[in-house]
């Protein structure tokens, strides 16, 4: 990595040995303006995902206060939009959150419905990482686009993974991060269209046209730019090998254990994304006994959450808490085989069964079906 | 994986006593699905001691190994010895938990305290008839 070696100018620097590293974020801005069919001078840096959206949320809002103060987003966006609403509430704006149905898509016409002449910003995600459903972006942002509205998508799932062109799906703001596609950690990027107006969250000097005041992280969006290419030029055939994959852990996995419930949408969803929920069973014993045996998964139960709630996703999707407690959630990436998913199916049907030989509530439930009331309790 | 001591990865992996009693003398639920977890209990008591503990655990691997820590270290003692089992002398026998961990998955000594008060109240309406 030359960038933390000879190249170790400041890109802002006038001299000779700033040019290296400004040439460098130069052909990295115009790889992450290629994977989404933008231009690169409508890229800015940033030093995560996260940081992304909380630009696009505070940093729209705000550019318009003096036009209205209200803002829409769903009720499964990520925290990294929620919670920079929750502050925007706090500075005085209304938010509203648009609901989801069973499968977690956004309906277009709550969306028109939620549309109120101060409504300065809407964001709704691209796709949803815990539970993969892609929402219908295009006729949600013309909804936008018809009012005049500000449009913002959370594409961090999206980016580098599926398609994503900020032209064919009408946006003005996209949020973007490196390590969902084998970049970096640490980086991300924001794209708004020209003409959008946006309040910088960092003042200080003039990077990135002076909407991210700070030094660059110059490796990190050098590795962001590669990434970007390569996962443009590797995307079409990934997906052809990821998806029917998916689709055989998504169809097989109910049929090896009772009581499973995939969440997200059965087929509008993330090419390697694959999630269920488990009744009876605790995600985090799942996800422990899993990864005993080799196989890496994440869970949206309470007890693996720092805040220690079940996830907010799954409960908006009208799941019920104790359903949600057995979410658990597998990304399939380059790597993985069908040999993976022969090895997945074998290992996780015994898992639960222990797990549910302990679990009382697969008791109660047992003995209601002896009792005959199966189909109540169905 | 959650930072878990040796000692609560050992618990959690190889649970003691998993299962129910048949017609037990005493059973302690606590717990509910919203928080993560629930546990419930179950004892046989013979003269005064705890001849058998079993449980049936829903909830995260600290909520599984407290479960079987209380378990082993009630079994055998008398009702009185028992009941002093507290989250703290199980957390400290499992070689610590997890700060965020400590109240939502520690209720073993919970449920069998309420299993044996379920005991002890049986008893008592026996007595009476």
Redesign the interface.
Known sequence: MPYLGDIFGNPSSLHDWGDGAREAIKSAREQVAELIGANADEIIFTGSGTESNNFAIKGLALAQQNKGKHVAVSAIEHFSVLHPAKTLEKWGFEVSEIPVDKYGVVNPDDVRRSLRKDTVLVSIMHANGEVGTIEPIREIAAIARERNIPFHTDAVATAGTTPVNVAELGVDALSLAGNQFYGPKGVGALWIRKGIRIMPLLDGGIQEEGRRAGTENVPAIVGLGKAAELAKTHMAGRIKRLTPLRDRLLQELPKRIEHVVVTGHPQNRLPGHVSFCVE???G??LL??L??RGIAVSSG????S?A?K?SHVLIAMGL???IA?GSVLFTLGIDSTSEDIDYVLETMPPIVDRLR???????KFSKTMKGGKQHASL | ??VYSEKVMDH??N?RN?G?IENPDGVG?VGN????????FYIKVKGNRLEDVKF?????????AVSSMVSEMAKGKTLEEAMKITPRSVADELEGLPK??FH??NLGAQALNKAIQDYLSKKKEGGKK
Do not use: W
């Open positions: 009876f069973i605790e985090e014993s422990m006994l990864n005993s139960s309470a007890c693996t720092r220690l079940a019920s808490h104790e407690q030989q302990m679990s009382p509530l697969y008791a | 994986m959650p959690f992996m649970p998993v129910e639920e699905p919203v928080c993560g977890d629930m546990m419930t049936k655990t829903f909830g995260c691997g600290a909520a599984i965020q961990k939502c998955s």
